[in-house]
């Protein structure tokens, strides 16, 4: 199989690093993956805590 980073040949058994040819690459698709990892929660955190600013609010005022 090929490293999915630079595409090299790679081997799988005896491959710390599989299915990438060496950290180099495991380590740039670990930093891809991060990065799109922390732009999702970022905007739901906001979200989720306006909303809970929100209906703690009214609740609230309705008591
Ligand atoms: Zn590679």
Known sequence: M???ICEKPTTWK???YRPFCSEKCQDRDLG???T???AVP???ET???S???ESGV???ENS
Do not use: F
């Open 2 to 4: 090929n490293c999915p």
């Open 14 to 16: 005896d491959n710390p």
């Open 32 to 34: 891809n993956w991060l």
């Open 36 to 38: 799109e990892n922390y």
């Open 42 to 44: 970022e905007l739901e």
């Open 47 to 49: 979200n989720i805590e």
């Open 51 to 53: 909303g809970v600013w």
């Open 58 to 60: 009214s609740e609230s």
